[in-house]
C-alpha cells in the first residue's frame, strides 16, 4: 500500500507560480512511476504530467508543456510539480498518483494509488 499526501495548492494571480509536492509512504518509492491529474469543477479528471522512477522519462499534456516541471527526489519519497505562468484554466483540484513499474502512463486507470487532492485556483 502507498500513502500519498499533496500539499502546496492555494490562490495565485494569472502568471503566477505554485509549486504543489506530493510526499509518499508505505513502499519503496523508487519502485513507482508517478504522476499528476487534475479535475477542474464540472469536469472529467485529466492527465497533466508522469514521470518514471529514475527521471529520464517524463510526458506532459499539451496544455502545460513549457510552463509545468514534475520532478521527484526519491531519497525525500516526494515528487513536485512546479507549475508557472499559471492560467485561469488551471484552476482545478490536482491529483498526485502512483503506479508500481517503469515507464511514463497517462491513462488514470493504470494508477492504484491517489491522493486526496490539492485545490489549485487561479484567479484572472
Known amino acids: 500500500q502507498v500513502q500519498l499526501v499533496e500539499s502546496g495548492g492555494g490562490l495565485v494571480q494569472a502568471g503566477g507560480s505554485l509549486r504543489l509536492s506530493c510526499a509518499a509512504s508505505g513502499r519503496t518509492f523508487s519502485n513507482y512511476a508517478m504522476a499528476w491529474f487534475r479535475q477542474a469543477p464540472g469536469k472529467e479528471r485529466e492527465f497533466v504530467v508522469a514521470?518514471?522512477?529514475?527521471?529520464?522519462?517524463?510526458y506532459y499534456a499539451d496544455s502545460v508543456k513549457g510552463r509545468f516541471t514534475i520532478s521527484r527526489d526519491n531519497a525525500k519519497n516526494t515528487v513536485y510539480l512546479q507549475m508557472n505562468s499559471l492560467k485561469p484554466e488551471d484552476t482545478a483540484v490536482y491529483y498526485c498518483?502512483?503506479?508500481?513499474?517503469?515507464?511514463?502512463?497517462?491513462?488514470?486507470?493504470?494508477?492504484?494509488?491517489w491522493g486526496r487532492g490539492a485545490q489549485v485556483t487561479v484567479s484572472s
Open positions: 514521470i518514471e522512477w529514475s527521471e529520464q522519462a517524463t
Open positions: 498518483a502512483a503506479r508500481y513499474g517503469f515507464g511514463v502512463d497517462k491513462i488514470s486507470d493504470d494508477y492504484a494509488y
